[in-house]
């Protein structure tokens, strides 16, 4: 219950439009951005994916930052930056792998925006695309339950169009197992995350353990025969070493070799367990914002985990 409250205290903060732009105003809360965020452009950005690649063999999603955005002049900031950064991955000969938030390029104001917006920037992927080795998608983030099922049509959309994308799916939810196993038939690119949100528990479970207990079902049903079969491609997206263990044993006990799948992790997160896993011969990818919009972001990071709560109290006294 208390993970529930603090989880809702931050996301109304991180939505808070007043308090964002009194807060990026400032630098006070530099050295919390700093963690969490690249930099303020696509060349930040960049910088850092070709860091991670140089250093650690760590391949990157880019996301230019923005999320529920309801100003046309910000959806189109975000569209030029994804195009943008998509082309200079290409020229990097780094993975084209661009992160995208459905509400930040339409999905908030206008459905026919978005799916414009979104054909764009996958056909643009698309013609990028780069050597077989590489992972080259549109990868759908997904935002809070209420959007669950536009953001699905919206991937499946993309998919039958022949694009490449990859989409977002939410331990949290009870309805994932069923999404999932449709997605291992047709078959998909699936990133697996636990879920930053919350909602009532008629559709999600709400402890850590049921969440957790879930993952661990997903991730069974993710590795199963039948979806390395039908060329289904697993994305574990957690921080949790548990988890990992668990994914890594079920790849080897139903053959799937490394190369085949990927574990992704936020930037900022658990740096030492990427690396770990890098060293293990995983591929392994961090998801890599930039922009100047970075509150909504990085406060969303602090209420995933009350722990972190140190982290913002040190960016303040800092």
């Not at 964002?20 to 963690?35: H, N, P």
């Not at 100003?71 to 995208?100: P, Q, T």
């Not at 104001?109 to 077989?132: E, K, T, Y």
């Not at 959007?147 to 699905?152: G, L």
């Amino acid at each position: 219950m208390l993970r529930r409250i603090w989880q809702s205290v931050m996301i109304a903060l991180a939505r808070s439009g007043r308090l964002t732009g009194l807060v990026q105003g400032t630098s006070v809360l530099a050295s919390l951005s700093r963690r969490y965020v690249a930099g303020g452009d696509a060349a930040a950005g960049m910088r850092r994916a070709r860091d991670l690649a140089a250093a650690d063999g760590i391949r990157a999603s880019l996301f230019f930052l923005g999320e529920y955005v309801e100003d046309r002049g910000k959806i189109a900031e975000a569209v030029e930056n994804k195009l943008a950064v998509a082309g200079e991955l290409a020229e990097a000969g780094l993975d084209i792998h661009v992160s995208v938030d459905p509400t930040q390029i339409g999905g908030s104001l206008d459905d026919a925006l978005m799916d414009a917006n979104a054909d764009a920037i996958a056909a643009r992927i698309g013609v990028l695309a780069g050597p077989p080795g590489g992972v080259h998608c549109m990868m759908i983030d997904m935002e809070d339950h209420s959007v669950v099922d536009k953001t699905i049509a919206l991937h499946d959309r993309l998919q039958a169009a022949g694009y490449p994308v990859a989409l977002t799916l939410q331990a949290y939810l009870r309805r994932t197992e069923a999404d999932i196993a449709r997605l291992v038939e047709r078959p998909s690119r699936v990133r697996l995350v636990k879920g930053a949100f919350v909602a009532a528990g008629d559709i999600a479970f709400t402890s850590q353990a049921e969440i957790k207990a879930n993952y661990r079902r997903l991730i069974d049903l993710m590795f199963s025969p039948a979806a390395r079969a039908s060329g289904f491609y697993p994305i574990i997206a957690t921080h949790d070493d548990r988890l990992h263990a668990h994914a890594r044993d079920v790849a080897r006990r139903n053959g799937w070799p490394e190369g085949t799948y990927e574990f992704e992790m936020l930037m900022g997160v658990r740096g030492d367990v990427a690396g770990a896993l890098a060293a293990a011969g995983e591929r392994v990818r961090l998801y890599v914002p930039f922009g100047r919009d970075w509150w909504p972001y990085a406060i969303r990071r602090i209420g995933e985990n009350p722990r972190n709560a140190l982290l913002l109290a040190r960016s303040l006294v800092s």
